[in-house]
């Protein structure tokens, strides 16, 4: 995958993705996805196009343990969020539904800038900064957890085949 980076800084909560004056509301994602970062930045949302990537520093989704956020996130076309951290359960939620989720250097974070290229192959584990002319290794998901992304989340993968992919009756 490809994209063009939106920056954000350490600590992006939950709330700051979708504040909790709309998901308690509505649970339509395309409803809630229409404020996604209001609190943060109003403007923030103009800068997310399909493609996008998300590159942010330390502690991204901390907060609620609901899939709203991440769920958002994919519906306005991030494609993936490459992080310096994530909290624990924005993580697997993100996992969960699809959305790749990558956690690299802070060297490679702090080089990066708004605007810049990055590709993705989630397969092999490289990233780089096309814009940039960085590269480096991540920790390449585990073989259910790859397909489980390539489905679309796991939801999807279990619509599809009817299991889990580590169910081995």
């Given at each position: 995958?490809?994209?063009?980076?939106?920056?954000?800084?350490?600590?992006?909560?939950t709330?700051?993705?979708?504040?909790?004056?709309?998901?308690?509301?509505?649970?339509?994602?395309?409803?809630?996805?229409?404020?996604?970062?209001?609190?943060?930045?109003?403007?923030?949302?103009?800068?997310?196009?399909?493609?996008?990537?998300?590159?942010?520093?330390?502690?991204?989704?901390?907060?609620?343990?609901?899939?709203?956020?991440?769920?958002?996130?994919?519906?306005?076309?991030?494609?993936?969020?490459?992080?310096?951290?994530?909290?624990?359960?924005?993580?697997?939620?993100?996992?969960?539904?699809?959305?790749?989720?990558?956690?690299?250097?802070?060297?490679?974070?702090d080089?990066?800038?708004?605007?810049?290229?990055?590709?993705?192959?989630?397969?092999?584990?490289?990233?780089?900064?096309?814009?940039?002319?960085?590269?480096?290794?991540?920790?390449?998901?585990?073989?259910?957890?790859?397909?489980?992304?390539?489905?679309?989340?796991?939801?999807?993968?279990?619509?599809?085949?009817?299991?889990?992919?580590?169910?081995?009756?």
């Amino acid at each position: 995958m490809r994209g063009k980076v939106v920056k954000l800084g350490d600590h992006v909560n939950t709330d700051f993705v979708i504040s909790g004056k709309y998901k308690f509301k509505t649970q339509d994602i395309k409803e809630l996805s229409k404020h996604i970062f209001e609190d943060l930045d109003p403007t923030l949302s103009q800068k997310i196009t399909v493609g996008t990537i998300i590159v942010a520093g330390k502690n991204f989704g901390y907060g609620s343990s609901r899939e709203h956020a991440p769920r958002v996130i994919k519906e306005v076309g991030v494609s993936a969020i490459v992080a310096k951290s994530f909290a624990r359960i924005f993580f697997r939620n993100a996992i969960n539904i699809g959305l790749p989720v990558i956690v690299a250097s802070e060297s490679f974070i702090d080089s990066t800038d708004e605007g810049d290229k990055v590709s993705l192959d989630l397969e092999k584990g490289i990233i780089r900064n096309e814009t940039k002319n960085m590269e480096e290794n991540f920790k390449p998901y585990p073989s259910f957890i790859s397909v489980v992304m390539r489905e679309g989340g796991i939801v999807s993968y279990f619509r599809k085949y009817g299991a889990f992919p580590w169910d081995t009756r």
